[in-house]
């Protein structure tokens, strides 16, 4: 048998071809099914945690508490704060990073004390922590108070961290500037250059922070003040007027008198005329004054008794308020030179020792 009898008698035999079999789209098929199925339950689980993850910074934490505080220490990271916070109240800390990093703010963690409400969403929560929004604490310094007094409140604060609790005053002053530079006068007193005010601050916050704040509030409403006083007053500093402004703000029981007060001091400055002025011995008594003022007290000169030496005492008596450095500035122009308490919270102004007698007689010596 030939050759080309072999072929031509069995026509179904020839060289081999590639396989190719109609189940193989289908196949194709099955799988591009697949794959979209695979890529629409994963989207639909992304947009399930997405709203499960929306749901959650949205939803209101339960303390239990009216408010929990937590600090973040400086140079602390997303993370950290998140973990500090787990701490102290219900929230998933790896959420609430996530939470952070998707809204972009991770990196915008401010260190402070916080003060947390019961309640708050953990998006409100990061928010609180980027913006700084820490947990502010009031200390209020009354006009008329003394340095010492400051000191206490100060050092009686439980939001405060206490660093010169025990410093005697010159180690502050020294804290404060070593050279006070600025100062009208070289400062070597603390009483008088602090202003009296209510200070807000983080808690936290140290009170040599706040000291700074009112000595250089003083400073800047002095020399304000100084710059606008009324001509021909008889200070030779504007500390001298510091000095006037702190008596008068201990001599006043109405604010609308101080200008009158002052003028009656003035008066009697530019006369030559001792002060005699109360508050001045009561200062410098100190601690030993127990509340009654006694003819001997009047009577034992010191550095601070107006009865005995005249002109100004060396340093100011208390921290005035800003309305009485603008009254020892800006004095009322009257021909007073004496005053008398009523007993109501005013007095009674007189210019000759004579009126002023009757006015004692008729305020203090009722009945007696």
């Known amino acids: 048998m030939s050759l080309l009898h072999y072929y031509s008698g069995c026509p179904c035999r ?55 505080d937590f600090t973040v220490a400086p140079g602390s990271s997303m993370r950290a704060a998140a973990r500090q916070a787990a701490m102290v109240m219900p929230v998933h800390a790896d959420l609430l990073v996530l939470i952070a990093r998707l809204s972009g703010r991770d990196t915008q963690i401010k260190a402070g004390s916080y003060e947390i409400k019961d309640g708050i969403t953990p998006l409100a929560l990061i928010d609180k922590l980027t913006r700084g929004d820490v947990a502010m604490q009031e200390l209020g310094i009354p006009e008329g108070w003394t340095f010492r007094q400051f000191r206490a409140a100060l050092d009686a604060h439980a939001g405060v961290e206490h660093t010169t609790a025990g410093l005697p005053d010159a180690a502050i002053l020294a804290m404060l500037e070593k050279t006070l530079a600025g100062s009208p006068a070289p400062v070597v007193h603390p009483e008088g250059w602090f202003f009296p005010d209510t200070y807000l601050f983080a808690k936290g916050s140290k009170d040599i922070d706040i000291l700074r704040r009112a000595h250089r509030a003083m400073k800047k409403r002095l020399a304000a003040e100084w710059e606008r006083r009324a001509p021909g007053v008889p200070y030779a500093s504007a500390y001298e007027a510091l000095i006037m402004a702190s008596i008068v703000e201990k001599e006043t029981g109405q604010a609308k008198e101080r200008p009158q007060i002052a003028g009656v001091f003035v008066n009697r400055l530019r006369r030559g005329m001792l002060l005699q002025t109360d508050p001045t011995i009561i200062y410098g008594l100190g601690v030993g004054f127990d509340g009654n003022l006694r003819k001997r007290d009047l009577q034992a000169d010191g550095p601070y008794n107006t009865y005995t030496r005249a002109g100004l005492p060396p340093t100011p008596i208390a921290l005035p308020g800003l309305a009485a450095i603008q009254a020892a500035l800006k004095p009322a122009r009257t021909d007073a030179l004496y ?30």
């Open 14 to 68: 020839g060289p081999a071809l590639p396989i190719t079999s109609t189940r193989h789209p289908l196949v194709f098929q099955t799988l591009l099914k697949t794959l979209k199925a695979l890529i629409f339950l994963a989207i639909l689980t992304a947009a399930g945690a997405a709203g499960g993850l929306w749901w959650y910074s949205e939803h209101p934490l339960v303390f239990g508490v009216e408010s929990v």
């Open 339 to 368: 005053f008398v308490a009523r007993g109501d919270g005013t007095h009674e102004f007189s210019a000759s020792l004579e009126a002023h007698n009757r006015a004692v007689n008729k305020f203090q010596r009722r009945g007696g």
